[in-house]
T-cell receptor
Framework: EAQVTQNPRYLITVTGKKLTVTCSQN?????MSWYRQDPGLGLRQIYY???????DKGDVPEGYKVSRKEKRNFPLILESPSPNQTSLYFC?????????????????FGNGTRLTVT | LAKTTQPISMDSYEGQEVNITCSHN???????ITWYQQFPSQGPRFIIQ???TKVTNEVASLFIPADRKSSTLSLPRVSLSDTAVYYC??????????????FGGGTRLMVKP
């Protein structure tokens, strides 16, 4: 089954304790992205990656890191989490550049990771 | 980067047709328009995508005028299960490699019995 898998689904941690949220897709997509969702603010993009070893900042990259060493994985790293990073996080993937077209290449989202930083 | 504007919320009743409009005045030539549906605590789910004129699938229709500065998602005969947040997204991954795909605030649709 084609899917984007995030782990963990729920995470409670303390300020300053490094954590990683994993994201994996099995659709051979080049494009992957991380979003955070907060009440009243909709979905805001944190980082995105157009391909392996290519990453770029989104709207709200401060306090986050990502890596794209393999096509299928795009982990989100919080080196020193703070309470303002308490949020619902979504990973998404899309587009095989080899097809040459964006049409019919929507974003596929994971089920989310609810992070609480105390 | 085309910014989108949607109504914050809409109410409807079962069986009615619902039209949600998204404004994107700065849409670029290569940008596509995509709509997503999101239920609480789930990731957004693709509904429909279009470039111009009208697109229809088994779930919805998408109307895009000639100037492409807006688009309207049409949901025929909504049911209670259509209660969700609907997002309009404008962008082009292929031709703007440095572009970001940014969601607007979404429209919260409430369908009542």
């Amino acid at each position: 089954e084609a899917q984007v898998t995030q782990n963990p689904r729920y995470l409670i941690t303390v300020t300053g304790k490094k954590l990683t949220v994993t994201c994996s897709q099995n659709m051979n997509h080049e494009y992957m992205s991380w979003y955070r969702q907060d009440p009243g603010l909709g979905l805001r993009q944190i980082y995105y990656s157009m391909n392996v070893e290519v990453t770029d900042k989104g709207d709200v990259p401060e306090g986050y890191k990502v890596s794209r060493k393999e096509k299928r994985n795009f982990p989100l790293i919080l080196e020193s989490p703070s309470p303002n990073q308490t949020s619902l996080y979504f990973c998404a993937s899309s587009l095989s550049l080899a097809t040459g077209s964006l049409y019919n290449s929507p974003l596929h989202f994971g089920n989310g990771t609810r992070l609480t930083v105390t | 980067l085309a910014k989108t504007t949607q109504p914050i919320s809409m109410d409807s009743y079962e069986g009615q047709e619902v039209n949600i409009t998204c404004s994107h005045n700065n849409i670029a030539t290569n940008d596509y328009i995509t709509w997503y549906q999101q239920f609480p605590s789930q990731g957004p789910r693709f509904i429909i995508q279009g470039y111009k004129t009208k697109v229809t699938n088994e779930v919805a229709s998408l109307f895009i005028p000639a100037d492409r500065k807006s688009s309207t998602l049409s949901l025929p005969r909504v049911s209670l299960s259509d209660t969700a947040v609907y997002y309009c997204l404008v962008g082009d991954l292929l031709n703007n490699a440095g572009n970001m795909l940014t969601f607007g605030g979404g429209t919260r649709l409430m369908v009542k019995p």
